[in-house]
C-alpha cells in the first residue's frame, strides 16, 4: 500500500490521516508547526511526527498538504526548494478554492499533483470520522493520478466528482453558498427570535424539525418543488406584514430578507405557482425591479 504523509496535521489532516490509517496504509510521516501541534498529531495519529516538511515529504509516495489555503503554494515550493518532492509521488491538497497548479512546483519535480476536496465540513476528528462515508471528493489535476484518487475515494467510503481546473472558484463559491450561507441564515432566523427573548437554544430546538424537512425535501424534490410560503402563495399581504414589522423591530435585517425574497419571487415564478400580478407586487414591496 502506497506511503501516507500529512503535511499540517490539522482538523482535515488529522481526519484524512486517521481514516486512512484504520484501513491499513501505512502513515510514515505527519509535518506541524509548532509543538504543541506535533504532540497532538504524534497522540492521534500514531506515526513519525517531523519539523521539517521537506523530510516528511520526502518519505510519502501520497503526500496530503493539508495547510491553509493561504499557504499551500509557499508550502508546496518550500518543500520543492528542499529537494521533497520526486517522481512517482503524488501530491494533493484538499482546498476547495484553489485548483491543483498552485502545486505546480511539485509537478516540476515529477510529481502528479490533484486537488482532491472533501465537500464535507470537518469541525473536528470524531465528527469528521462519522461524515467521510458518502462524502463527495472534488477531484482535478493531472489525469495520471486520477487512479490513485479513486483509490482513496473508495478508502473513504466516498464518491468521486470532476471539475475541469478553470471551474475550481466557481465550484468553491457555490459549496460556500450551499454551507457557509446556510449557518449565516440560520442565525439571522435566530437573532429574530432573540427580538422576542427566544433563547437561541429554545429557538434551535423548535427550528429543528422545520429544517431537517427542508432539507429532505430538497434533496427528493430539488429547490424548485421544494418551496412553499407565502411567496409561492402570492400571499401581498403577509409580506407587506413581514416587511412592517422587520422595520420596527430588525431593520438591520431587512436588506437580506429583501434580497433572499426577490430571489424567491423568481423561484416560485420557475415553479408556477406564483402569477405575475402577486410576483409584480411582491416586488414592488422588497424593492426589486417591476418588469
Ligand atoms: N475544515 C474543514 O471543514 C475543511 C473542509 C474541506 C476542505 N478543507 C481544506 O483543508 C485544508 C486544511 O483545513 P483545516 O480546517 O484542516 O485547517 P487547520 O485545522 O487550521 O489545520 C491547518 C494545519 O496546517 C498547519 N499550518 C498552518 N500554517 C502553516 C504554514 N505556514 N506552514 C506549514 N503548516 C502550516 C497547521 O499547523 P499548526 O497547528 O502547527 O499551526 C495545521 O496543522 C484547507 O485547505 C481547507 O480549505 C477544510
Redesign the pocket.
Known amino acids: 500500500m502506497k506511503r501516507i504523509t500529512v503535511?499540517?496535521?490539522?482538523?482535515?489532516?488529522k481526519v484524512l490521516g486517521s481514516a486512512l490509517k484504520a484501513k491499513g496504509y501505512p502513515l510514515v510521516a505527519a509535518?506541524?508547526?509548532?509543538a504543541p501541534?506535533r504532540q497532538t498529531a504524534a497522540r492521534v495519529l500514531q506515526c513519525p511526527v517531523y519539523d521539517d516538511?521537506a523530510q516528511a515529504a520526502r518519505v510519502g509516495d501520497i503526500v496530503f498538504i493539508?495547510?491553509?489555503?493561504r499557504?499551500?503554494q509557499?508550502?508546496c515550493e518550500n518543500i520543492a526548494a528542499a529537494g521533497g518532492f520526486h517522481s512517482g509521488q503524488l501530491v494533493l491538497?484538499?482546498?476547495?478554492?484553489h485548483s491543483s497548479e498552485v502545486l505546480a512546483a511539485a509537478r516540476e519535480q515529477g510529481a502528479r499533483v490533484l486537488s482532491f476536496?472533501?465537500l464535507?465540513?470537518?469541525?473536528g476528528l470524531e465528527v469528521g470520522l462519522q461524515s467521510l462515508p458518502g462524502t463527495f471528493f472534488t477531484v482535478e489535476g493531472d489525469e495520471a493520478g486520477f487512479a490513485a484518487a479513486a483509490e482513496l475515494v473508495t478508502t473513504f467510503a466516498g464518491k468521486m466528482l470532476h471539475i475541469p481546473t478553470e471551474m475550481k472558484p466557481l465550484y468553491h463559491a457555490a459549496a460556500c453558498v450551499a454551507c457557509n450561507y446556510l449557518v449565516s441564515l440560520m442565525d439571522v432566523a435566530l437573532k429574530m427570535y432573540a427580538v422576542m427573548n427566544i433563547s437561541a437554544a429554545s429557538a434551535m430546538e423548535a427550528l429543528s424539525p422545520l429544517i431537517q424537512g427542508t432539507l429532505r425535501n430538497i434533496a427528493s424534490l430539488g429547490p424548485q418543488q421544494a418551496l412553499t410560503g407565502p411567496i409561492t402563495r402570492g400571499d401581498v399581504s403577509t409580506i407587506s406584514c413581514h416587511l412592517e414589522n422587520m422595520r420596527q423591530q430588525c431593520p438591520e435585517l431587512l436588506p437580506l430578507y429583501s434580497e433572499l425574497g426577490l430571489y424567491t419571487v423568481e423561484l416560485a415564478l420557475r415553479k408556477g405557482t406564483l402569477g405575475e400580478k402577486e410576483a409584480k407586487e411582491i416586488n414592488q414591496l422588497l424593492g426589486g425591479q417591476v418588469k
Not at 31 to 34: D, E, H, I, L
Not at 66 to 69: M, S, V
Not at 93 to 97: I, K, V
Request: charged content about 10%.
Open positions: 503535511i499540517g496535521a490539522g482538523n482535515v489532516g509535518f506541524c508547526r509548532t501541534s516538511m493539508t495547510t491553509p489555503d499557504v499551500i509557499e508550502v491538497h484538499t482546498s476547495g478554492a476536496h472533501p464535507q465540513t470537518f469541525p
